[in-house]
């Protein structure tokens, strides 16, 4: 049934579970960049300041941001910046050009967010333990991790973004489109075989939850549809199984994916998917 979707197969996961992996916030190159201003950074900046599309973005686009894209500039891994995909309270992503593709730029921003919503995720975590209420630090982290969970999830075989690169409070990854527009999400297409969706967003919860990890926002607004495939998006604030609160997410998370598929006239529960993804004997 799964086969009209295009179920991705898994790869070897290493150390699933595993919370205690470093997540390094010391000050990178684009910070050193943002202290030094040389002139064409600065030249950079202006160019990027000037445009017309981003006049009305001085909550993202702080110095430190400028130098960070600046940076990844240098890289190689974004030639020219197109026009916004979407706002959020936390951060704006972007499409740009990185040589013959399009990609996404997700900015975060640093000043003009009070993260309460992110300290959920956060608390209870010990990669994050020692960084406060420091807004850059927790950014920094908070991108570092979405980049990291963002590999665990391909690497588990679920059909993700494909992570690009990332510096500071910048993420670059893939750009999910369809024709070329922004894909749409699961709320917004008419779903024409809801068991088969239903049973390859199970699946997916499943091989997520077998790499030690937990969506912890998964609704049909975090699942999009591209080309045959149902894409999960936005896990930066996925946790680990070694989280006090990952059980407390999971359930919610089966909740939300049961609710919406009941509204496409399946007769399935929370408790029954919550059941079907943590049953080892059923993986």
């Not at 570092?144 to 910048?170: T, Y």
Request: aromatic share 10%; glycine share 6%.
């Amino acid at each position: 049934m799964t086969e009209d979707f295009e179920l991705v197969a898994p790869e070897a996961v290493d150390s699933p579970g595993d919370e205690w992996e470093e997540i390094d916030v010391t000050d990178t190159e684009a910070d050193r960049i943002a202290r030094r201003r040389d002139r064409e950074f600065n030249e950079f900046r202006k160019r990027i300041k000037d445009s017309e599309r981003f006049k009305l973005e001085e909550s993202v686009f702080d110095e430190a941001t400028y130098a960070a894209i600046y940076k990844l500039v240098q890289d190689g891994y974004i030639d020219a910046f197109g026009g916004p995909i979407s706002t959020g309270k936390e951060a704006n992503v972007y499409t740009a050009k990185s040589g013959d593709r399009t990609v996404a730029v997700k900015v975060y921003r640093i000043n003009a967010s009070d993260f309460k919503d992110m300290r959920g995720y956060l608390d209870g975590d010990p990669r994050f333990e020692g960084i406060g209420q420091n807004k850059r630090k927790v950014v920094m982290a908070w991108v570092r991790k979405e980049f990291a969970n963002l590999q665990r999830a391909k690497q588990a075989g679920v059909r993700v973004p494909d992570p690009i690169a990332v510096e500071r409070n910048v993420l670059v990854m893939e750009y999910i489109a369809t024709d070329g527009d922004r894909a749409k999400r699961l709320n917004e297409v008419h779903v024409e075989n809801p068991e088969t969706a239903y049973d390859v967003v199970a699946e997916y919860m499943r091989r997520l939850y077998d790499a030690g990890l937990v969506h912890g926002d998964l609704s049909e607004y975090n699942i999009v549809f591209q080309e045959g495939q149902l894409v999960v998006i936005d896990l930066g604030q996925a946790v680990t199984k070694h989280h006090p609160n990952a059980d407390e997410f999971l359930q919610r998370d089966c909740e939300n994916v049961a609710a919406f598929f009941a509204r496409q006239g399946m007769d399935v529960t929370g408790d029954q998917l919550y059941e079907s993804v943590t049953d080892e004997t059923d993986s």
